[in-house]
């Protein structure tokens, strides 16, 4: 069965910490892997990886991806209020583009 | 360009009545798809189109149906509504591309539907 398994299901953190939320997945014919984050509404974009050991960077987020190991990794340095979200990690799988599976999620409380 | 629309906003059905969630985009988007949120359940994805006229089925196809006759558009019916149907509604759009290039996934306002 294809699955997506996203860590902690949730996290409390104080301003300026570093958090690791962790996505591992068991899928066939593995195409991309996408992060987004969610706050009150629709998800938005944030990353998507599609080889091993390239990381991704953008602020003070940054993602890998490890295709042997099956996991990728969404780090969020000098954390602040606005990063509180819910943060979605997708894995597009199957002989075709377009199949996602998502993981359950993982909160992201920061407090000040 | 307005991006990804949804009408309606909140939708209240009976069980067994039938309704159309409507999604548009202006991007010129080629893929476009269905998911629907439920706590605790993360996104499920319904249905897809990588093109006008193409379909397929994702995770959770069961009580919906969608065409795609324009690039534009892509509507999801609920033919006899169930409580179990009762869900967060999202449209998603983007450029269609290989595992290899890089495509930005837009996401609608979303469809709070409530099946009594």
């Known amino acids: 069965e294809d699955k997506v398994v996203q860590s902690p299901l949730s996290l409390v953190v104080h301003e300026g910490d570093t958090v690791t939320l962790n996505c591992s997945y068991e899928?066939?014919?593995?195409?991309?892997l996408l992060w987004y984050k969610q706050e009150k509404k629709a998800p938005t974009f944030l990353f998507m990886l599609?080889?091993?050991?390239i990381e991704k960077k953008s602020g003070r987020l940054s993602s890998i991806l490890d295709k042997k190991e099956l996991f990728s990794i969404l780090n969020i340095t000098a954390t602040q209020t606005g990063d509180s979200a819910i943060y979605l990690c997708a894995v597009e799988y199957g002989g075709s583009q377009g199949n996602l599976i998502f993981g359950k999620g993982t909160k992201l409380s920061v407090k000040p | 360009n307005a991006g990804v629309t949804q009408t309606p906003k909140f939708q209240v059905l009976k069980t067994g009545q039938s309704m159309t969630l409507q999604c548009a985009q202006d991007m010129n988007h080629e893929y476009m798809s269905w998911y629907r949120q439920d706590p605790g359940m993360g996104l499920r994805l319904i249905h897809y189109s990588v093109g006008a006229g193409i379909t397929d089925q994702g995770e959770v196809p069961n009580g919906y149906n969608v065409s795609r006759s324009t690039t534009e558009d892509f509507p999801l019916r609920l033919l006899s509504a169930a409580p179990s149907q009762t869900s967060v509604y999202f449209c998603?759009?983007?450029?269609?591309?290989?595992?290899?290039?890089?495509?930005?996934?837009?996401f609608g306002p979303g469809t709070r539907l409530t099946v009594t």
């Open positions: 599609t080889s091993s050991g």
């Open positions: 899928v066939t014919n593995f195409r991309s």
């Open positions: 998603a759009s983007s450029y269609a591309g290989t595992a290899f290039s890089s495509y930005e996934q837009y």
